[in-house]
């Protein structure tokens, strides 16, 4: 969180039109500009969040984080690393102008090159005392704050904000120092306090808390078996061995759930199949047209129409940033057939197409893709009209599931197979998700989510040459406890070292 006790500093408008400025560079300028101009915003943005505003937020992560340094991708969303720490930018669009229309950012790992320099016993002192005048008391002491914190929230947010961590958590207990991070403890749980600094006069400029994930350790399989089947909703597991086909640990792995962006396993493994047949290389290239253009995750809506991207390119994105566009135009190039046949699923849309059932503005059409049920043609139909339906602001998702239905069903034993196929491909290699790369000889990963779906399905080569596969997905109608389930999942990788 920087300036915002619930993670998030943010701020939207929805853009419209062509960009000829990409989201990349429009971050890159606003995140290493030593001064913020107002002309790089949208009016319909600035109506919203005042330009003195936006200007104190960067400053004060300038001071919080020290001078930018680069763009990256984690999770498929950009990156932005500091000297001191990493920002991952939640919201980020640009309009036909390469003005921003929408900017959102929380705190995100530390980065290689953040110090570590332990504070003196002096400093410790001065933390423990602010942090514990912040959180104990029923309401904040504003002068605790910079002014430029207090521009960004004001004091009855903090105050509102800090009221309902302790509905959740119960009364303050402590503020403990004795890990890499200040903890703040409460009756029933813990936060993370993952940013913190003050200025020359020890007032508040940056602050930013987090739930702690606790790191699940399992001493067996079935253990971890048990941990999964007690999450609510719809779960299923499998942990197979590459090698020999062997089933280690499976918990409903024939059941066809919702599995977000780990369907684009299936486009990858038919570029490939494709490629091996002689029918496109991976040089091939391939056009971007405003038809393609797709919602976030990725970058490549942003692109102007025209750009030129080889095949390669298409599925470094679609894999490592898990980029909707490059998906939809390696979709259009290979067709549709070998991909529905790789996932077992008839009629399945494209993301755009996802995107647009999912829009509130296109409830008929929603209906009309449940009355088709498993009549492809119909469905056909509407996916069609789908394809030129106008997409939903990005806000949609943000307040829970939607259309759940309207998604790619596939079980963890054919996303096993799926892996299989194209573990050795480069792209797949390039974000190990939820494993620690070092502790393998090598990570091929794809996972996807949205509200009520999340999958993360990995193949992992041990330093013994042992190969496994990790498939486990998890369906609700209410949001999911993500933090808890790369927790469990990552108990499971942790046996398989």
Known sequence: MLHSLTLSLLATASAQGGEIRTQTEALTRLLGAGQPQAEWFAPEFLAQVPFETIAAQLA????????????????GRPLAVFERGTLIITVASVDAQGRLTGFGAVPGPASSSTPSTAPTPAQRDA???TLTRVFQPETVDPALFAPEFLAAVPVTAINEQLAAVRAQFGAFVR???????????????????????????GRITALAIAPVTPQATFSSLDEARSAFAALPGSVSLLVREVDTGRTLVALNPSQLLAVGSTFKLAILGEVQAQVARGERAWTDEVALTDADKS???????????????????????????????ATDLLLRVVGRAGVEARLGQSAMPSTREAFALKNPANLELL????????????????LAQAAVAPLPNVGVFTRGPVARDV??????ERLCSLMADVADLPETSLNPGVATARDFARVSYKGGSEGGVLNLTTQVTNKAGRQYCVSATWNDARTLDEARFFSLYGGVLGLLR
């Open 60 to 75: 004060s992560i300038r001071q919080a984080y020290g001078a930018f340094q680069r763009l990256g991708t984690l999770q």
């Open 127 to 129: 933390i423990l005392q």
């Open 175 to 201: 503020i403990d120092l004795t890990g890499q991070v200040p903890q703040v403890v409460y009756e029933r749980g813990a936060l993370n306090v993952t940013a913190f600094r003050v200025d020359a006069e």
């Open 295 to 325: 919602l976030p995750s990725g970058t490549l809506q942003d692109a102007s129409a025209g750009s030129r991207y080889t095949l390669r390119d298409l599925a470094t994105r679609m894999i490592e940033g898990s980029d909707n566009t």
């Open 367 to 382: 209906r009309a893709y449940r009355s088709a049920g498993l009549d492809r043609a119909a469905r056909r139909v509407v």
């Open 407 to 412: 998604e790619w069903f596939v079980n963890t």
